[in-house]
């Protein structure tokens, strides 16, 4: 079973168009990440939510917005594409732990905006 | 916020060469290191980490890192790559909150 697993894994869509993200973890973890890596293979923290609450939201245009209905699931949602949101969309998730914590990533999934 | 800063964009090697990837952070708490790979196409895999104790930690695939607390490094090893190490390596440091990565290295091993 994968642990942390996101559909869809490839999109082609047009500009100004509106698609949504979505992934989920059966690793019980009470943390969820979405990365962004462009095309420089730069990684870049989008959100991070802890229990289904927000803990980090940088700097990232209001068009995207996430939504964590429970533990295991947080979905990413993209208004109004633009030629830059191209990128591959990662999903990751870890377990708040004193000893130190490790974050598991999905398999990405590959957005391509036209 | 923390900080990785990973020097060397893109190291080419031949076969049995031995591979160092240099990796420093910025951060002022206790910190979670890490070294990931990501193969092309694929997702970032875990290839060791450092939490406490033993600052020399061995990975999966021959690979090893040194935590070396009083230059803020942590930089990773291999002895002798393969032409299947070609990859793109990246460094992360964990604090409080997140995980923040380094622009990464692609490493490119001649068979």
């Known amino acids: 079973d994968t642990a942390v697993s996101q559909t869809p894994k490839y999109l082609v869509t047009q500009m100004g168009n509106d698609k949504s993200i979505k992934c989920e973890q059966n690793?019980?973890?009470?943390?969820m990440y979405w990365y962004k890596q462009d095309s420089k293979k730069f990684l870049k923290i989008m959100f991070s939510?802890?229990?289904?609450?927000?803990?980090i939201n940088e700097t990232v245009p209001n068009r995207f917005s996430p939504k964590s209905p429970d533990k295991a699931h947080l979905n990413l949602h993209i208004n109004s594409l633009e030629l830059g949101d191209s990128a591959v969309y990662f999903c990751?998730?870890?377990?708040?732990?004193?000893?130190?914590?490790?974050?598991?990533f999905g398999e990405g999934s590959w957005l391509t905006v036209v | 916020a923390q900080s990785v800063s990973q020097h060397n964009h893109h190291v080419i090697l031949s076969e049995a060469a031995s591979l160092e990837l240099g990796c420093n952070y910025s951060?002022?708490?206790?910190?979670?290191l890490f070294w990931y790979v990501q193969y092309p196409g694929q997702h970032l895999q875990l290839l060791l980490k450092?939490?406490?104790?033993?600052?020399l930690v061995k990975g999966i695939k021959g690979f090893e890192a040194e935590f070396i607390k009083s230059k803020f490094s942590f930089n990773l090893r291999k002895p002798s790559v393969q032409w299947s190490d070609t990859a793109e390596y990246f460094c992360?440091?964990?604090?409080?909150?997140?995980?923040?990565f380094g622009a990464g290295t692609r490493l490119t091993v001649k068979p």
């Open positions: 690793l019980g973890h009470d943390t």
């Open positions: 939510y802890n229990n289904k609450e927000l803990i």
């Open positions: 951060y002022g708490g206790t910190v979670n």
């Open positions: 990751a998730s870890s377990q708040t732990s004193a000893s130190g914590n490790t974050i598991y």
């Open positions: 992360a440091v964990k604090g409080n909150n997140d995980m923040r």
């Open positions: 450092y939490f406490s104790g033993d600052p």
